[in-house]
């Protein structure tokens, strides 16, 4: 059963930063790391709501990898002025710039669906849909 279908934004976005689905707050929604399962288990939202979907959560990804490298740069340079140490600071920004991509890899995709389900809420074939993989599913 799904708690708040109607869920606010902000709690969709919690929801995801908790790995959870963001319609209904149900875990368990990746089946190993970073590997999204085809729906909720608990609410049966069938995660991918048309093909390219996920497009978004690239871009949510992208973005979170600039912001992030930009920010060690920029703190480093800012923390360490005039005497920067240019080597340390530049294998924390290729760190930074390598690294988020890939840890940040299945929260953006959480969050896409958080963003996305918050201004395209489910149409009511969705809805049926997700009632009947819950049903049939056990
Ligand atoms: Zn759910």
């Known amino acids: ?52 979907y996920f497009v978004g959560a690239m871009i949510i990804n992208t973005g979170a990898t600039l912001f992030l490298t930009l920010a060690v740069l920029v703190l480093g340079l800012w923390a360490t002025w005039p005497s920067v140490p240019w080597v340390p600071l530049s294998i924390a920004t290729i760190l930074a710039a390598g690294l988020t991509p890939i840890l940040f890899y299945p929260r953006s995709k959480t969050l896409w669906m958080a963003v996305e389900l918050s201004y395209h809420r489910l149409e009511d074939a969705e809805r049926l849909a997700a009632i009947e993989r819950i049903e049939s599913a056990g």
């Not at 990746?30 to 909720?40: A, K, N, T």
């Open 1 to 52: 059963m799904v708690k708040d279908p109607n869920a606010g934004l902000g709690t969709m976005i919690g929801r995801a930063f908790r790995s959870c689905c963001p319609r209904c707050g149900g875990g368990g929604i990746f089946s190993r790391w970073g590997v999204l399962r085809e729906w909720c288990p608990t609410c049966g939202f069938r995660f991918e709501r048309e093909s390219g």
